[in-house]
């Protein structure tokens, strides 16, 4: 996967450029945010106060808390594969793109901006620890380099 | 105006004999002549003597009262023949001290006064007030008038009870009614003495409605002692203590005051009080001053400047703001605590704010001076521009508080206008974005942008783009003129958000845009009002 952070804590869950889904061939035949009977993504409530206060933690408590394990998705191709997308990083779901469901072309044309999959908010104390235990663009592309020559 | 009359006679009686001051005496017969009580208390003391033997003598030379001469003599008249009556029915006070009066006025003198703790004694003094006037002198403030108020230890409303319902007990006793106008309450007798006298050292007049606030504090050490059998009697009225305060605070101690019944008074207080052992100690004596209002326009033109200070953990992330170049100089002419700096809306720090600039307004809080003319304004605002290349101000004033409230409602309602400098992915001609300016009144749906998601509530807002404005630079560039209704994200109107806000300049275009540049030309509000120069 691929994460976008922001100077202010928030964070994009994006698809990585060497996830299946983006590779070509593939084309997405549904995408389904009910992770099981009792939870959907869709329905993950941020209450919000008016623009005035300052009590930003009010927001907050209405939203699903994610571990880094926690589905956030399930993405099936026609050619009958399913893909779960996890979260990645602990913290608080705001929204997940509605706009991937009516166009999931979306996904894979602008996999890191338009076609984003949700975004985060780790709490404050994690958010540094967070950061550091992800990858830096170019350490991925390391990382990909290597699987590639592995693998030829 | 009323003096003593004879149904007052057992009610001075009583109180004098229990330690009550002269003025006390006054309030409780519910005598409302200002003046009177400005009378030294020691010759009022002599009146209430004289009223109280008035009965023994035909040739009276008391009258409490400064009203002309063919009253008093009335009144005179009109005395003699009620104590003819009084002693006609036999209806004599219960007190040892009856006959005399002496007695009755020896147990008040040189005593604190067991109803206003010596509030209406040394309180009222030259010597008091002088200490007041030091005070408010030393403190270097400008002001034309005064407002003085006054906090008392709570206990006083505790005695005051007491005394009230020791003097009503009296009046059953005699079978006498008690007369049902309002006793003059304690403050206000206070503010009827001491008023005129800081208003003559002072040298200008009292007034309700003054911004400049003189405060004393009083206090007592035995307030807690005193106030004490409330809390048994009624629990409830009494929050827990914070920090080191007393749980007995004025408002707390009124409402039990109200709750609890007079026979469970009556067994928990003497009524009337008992002497203190101490005087009231004015514990505080504050200036303060009415915050004033500086508004006025800025421009912007870093593109490297908050608009407030940018702290994060404590750090400052970049040098100086808006609000502090601007209050920087006004804080030192208005030799002000603080202040507190709003503005019609705001821009980011790489943000420009050229034309006419955006309103502001500032608040000075407790400023020591307030009186600025027109000129003294103009030099004001040339010493903040000749500061800084930053920022500029213009139409500098003072303002009411009132006036606030026309920029803020500039914040929510009136349009600005933006240029922006945008740039493309793929290429464009000229042809391809002068579409664009005959688009009008734009409806776009923006979900709140995710560079303020961390502090601002999720939700989707719908904003107009009333106009815009093209003009082509190259194959990838171009600027944006465009006019919007308050509260539109120009940002993510031209990069889209990642899709949050709609319809967005790349998706008119059908390219990905991104904002190079953004500049504030106008914010259409017209005020404050503006200074010919």
């Not at chain 2, 240029?419 to 979900?447: G, V």
Request: include cysteine; proline fraction near 5%; charge should be neutral.
């Amino acid at each position: 996967f691929c994460l976008v952070f922001f100077f202010s804590r928030i964070c994009v869950i994006t698809l990585a450029e060497a996830h299946p889904l983006l590779q070509s061939g593939k084309t997405i035949k549904n995408i389904n945010y009910q992770i099981s009977a009792n939870c959907s993504r869709l329905q993950n409530k941020v209450s919000g106060k008016s623009k005035r206060t300052c009590l930003f933690i009010f927001q907050m408590q209405g939203a699903q808390f994610l571990t880094e394990l926690a589905p956030l998705c399930r993405i099936s191709s026609s050619d009958g594969e399913e893909y779960t997308i996890y979260s990645c990083i602990r913290g608080r779901l705001i929204e997940v793109n509605e706009n991937i469901l009516s166009n999931p072309a979306l996904l894979q044309e602008k996999p890191s901006t338009e076609g984003y999959i949700a975004v985060v908010l780790p709490k404050f104390e994690e958010s540094k620890s967070i950061t550091q235990g992800l990858l830096t663009r170019k350490e991925y592309e390391e990382v990909l380099m290597k699987r590639r020559s592995s693998a030829s | 105006m009323s003096s003593l009359t004879e149904k007052d006679r057992p009610i001075v009686q009583l109180l004098l004999s229990t330690g009550t001051c002269p003025r006390c005496v006054l309030r409780f017969c519910c005598v409302g002549s200002q003046l009177l009580y400005r009378h030294p208390h020691q010759d009022l003391m002599k009146d209430l003597q004289e009223f109280l033997k008035n009965s023994q003598e035909k040739e009276d030379t008391v009258c409490l009262d400064v009203a002309d001469p063919p009253c008093k003599r009335i009144r005179l008249e009109h005395r003699e023949e009620g104590a003819d009556d009084l002693n006609h029915n036999g209806a004599i006070p219960q007190l040892p001290s009856a006959g005399t009066g002496n007695t009755a006025t020896e147990s008040s003198a040189g005593k604190v006064c067991n109803v206003c703790l010596g509030i209406l004694q040394e309180f009222c003094e030259a010597d008091f007030v002088k200490k007041v006037c030091q005070k408010v002198n030393s403190a270097d403030y400008q002001f034309t008038s005064f407002v003085f108020s006054v906090s008392l230890p709570p206990q006083l409303s505790v005695r005051e009870r007491a005394a009230w319902l020791g003097v009503k007990q009296q009046m059953r006793n005699l079978g006498l009614p008690l007369a049902k106008d309002d006793i003059v309450q304690l403050k206000e007798a206070y503010k009827w003495i001491i008023h005129p006298q800081l208003s003559e050292e002072l040298g200008v007049p009292a007034d309700g409605k003054s911004l400049f606030e003189v405060s004393v504090v009083f206090a007592h050490p035995e307030t807690d002692e005193e106030c004490h059998f409330l809390a048994t009697a009624c629990p409830d009225c009494f929050k827990p203590a914070k920090n080191k305060q007393s749980v007995f605070t004025r408002m707390a101690v009124i409402k039990a005051l109200e709750r609890i019944k007079e026979e469970d008074f009556l067994k928990h207080f003497p009524c009337p009080p008992s002497s203190p052992k101490n005087l009231c100690d004015a514990l505080e004596i504050q200036c303060n001053n009415g915050a004033v209002f500086v508004a006025g326009r800025y421009n912007k033109y870093s593109r490297n400047l908050p608009q407030t200070p940018w702290i994060i953990d404590g750090e400052r992330k970049l040098e100086s703001s808006v609000e502090e170049l601007i209050s920087e100089h006004l804080m030192a002419e208005f030799k002000a605590d603080s202040f507190n700096f709003s503005s019609s809306g705001r821009e980011d720090v790489d943000v420009r704010t050229l034309g006419n600039g955006r309103p502001f307004a500032m608040e000075l809080v407790n400023p020591r001076r307030i009186h600025f003319t027109a000129e003294e304004m103009k030099r004001l605002q040339q010493a903040i521009n000749d500061s800084s290349d930053k920022i500029q101000v213009r139409d500098l004033q003072l303002v009411t508080r009132e006036a606030i409230g026309r920029m803020k409602e500039g914040e929510e309602e009136k349009t600005k206008t933006y240029s922006a400098l945008i740039w493309t992915d793929k290429a464009i001609q000229r042809e391809d974005i002068t579409f664009l300016d005959d688009i009008k009144e734009l409806k776009l749906d923006q979900k709140t942008p995710l560079r303020v998601l961390h502090r601002r509530p999720l939700a989707v807002r719908c904003r107009l783009i009333h106009t815009m404005k093209s003009e082509y630079i190259d194959e990838h560039h171009f600027r944006l003129h465009l006019k919007t209704q308050a509260g539109t994200y120009i940002k993510e109107f031209v990069h889209g958000d990642f899709g949050r806000t709609k319809p967005n300049i790349g998706s008119l275009l059908n390219r990905t845009a991104d904002i190079l540049e953004l500049d504030v030309e106008s914010v259409d509000v017209d005020w404050p009002p503006t200074l010919a120069d």
